[in-house]
């Protein structure tokens, strides 16, 4: 059994990405409308009927934003810490697991591993889903590769990866000294060379598919930054995935992945 992996929308004004097998699905956050969730995944011929769960990874506004009906029209089990779902001021009229770093939690035939990260948050985790030996992972949100996110994405099929700024872009940029000291901090995010370095130092040859995840509207560009990584993924593709629109649905099987082209390949149920 293999993997479906797809961005629904990735970038600083929403986060929102899917992880399923051929029987269920998870979410990783759902920082975007549940009728931007919904409108998307019937374009991409994905089946809410399919996910299972929702997973957050911390409780900014761009992860959660639309989690409360999301979980409510589709009845979804939101998997939350006690501290990020308190921060969050979240109101969830649904069933609510907590789950701590490092210990497993199996969705049907998925298995999800939380791992805590360094981001200005109360308590952030990352997640690598994996099935039957194939391993997706979300890294965004990573104020620094540390050991525990060198770890896992070493071991991953897939992998959505922060590329949040430029630091030329950043350092010229209207924002203000404060924010971009926040945003290059330990505890704020990846920058592109940060992001390659990881890549270039850490990726296994079987990576199928690296998707350059969490741009902003400002301080970076996505053709500057699949530029960069083109010129040094050998056989693992690049996508930009993107805070306009989702990206294609991809069949993530060992050592190669398939493109999912034509939404009838896969049920539209909602």
């Known amino acids: ?24 699905a998870v979410l990783i956050d759902a920082g975007v409308s549940c009728r931007e969730i919904e409108r ?4 991409m011929g994905l089946s809410l009927q399919k996910v299972k769960a929702v997973f957050i990874s911390h409780e900014h506004s761009d992860h959660i934003r639309g989690l409360e009906v999301l979980a409510k029209k589709h009845f979804l089990p939101v998997y939350i810490t006690p501290p990020t779902l308190r921060n969050g001021r979240l109101n969830l009229a649904t069933r609510i697991f907590s789950f701590r770093a490092n210990e497993t939690v199996s969705v049907g035939n998925l298995e999800v591993v939380p791992f805590s990260k360094k981001h200005d948050a109360i308590d952030p985790c990352s997640f690598v889903v994996s099935c039957n030996g194939i391993h997706a992972g979300v890294f965004t949100d990573i104020g620094v590769p540390f050991a525990q996110v060198i770890y896992h994405f070493s071991k991953c099929h897939a992998a959505f990866l922060e590329t949040n700024y430029d630091e030329e872009m950043l350092e ?10 926040r945003i290059r901090s330990d505890h704020g995010h990846l920058s592109n060379d940060q992001a390659l ?5 850490h990726r296994p040859q079987y990576m199928s598919h690296l998707f350059l995840s969490h741009l902003p509207r400002n ?10 990584f083109n010129k040094h993924c050998g056989s693992t593709k690049i996508v930009v995935a993107s805070r306009y629109e989702e ?15 034509q939404a009838s390949q896969m049920e539209l149920q909602f």
Request: hydrophobic share 35%; charged share 15%; glycine share 8%.
């Open 40 to 43: 998307r995944m019937k374009r």
């Open 197 to 201: 370095k990881l890549f270039l130092q």
């Open 247 to 261: 990206t294609p649905v991809y069949h993530i099987a060992g050592n190669r992945a398939l493109e999912i082209v």
């Open 219 to 228: 301080n970076n560009c996505p053709v500057k930054t699949s530029q960069l």
């Open 172 to 181: 010229n940029g209207a924002y203000p000294y404060h924010l971009k000291r």
């Open 1 to 24: 059994m293999s993997l479906f992996v797809a961005s629904i929308a990735s970038g600083s004004n929403g986060n929102c990405y899917y992880v399923g097998n051929d029987n269920e």
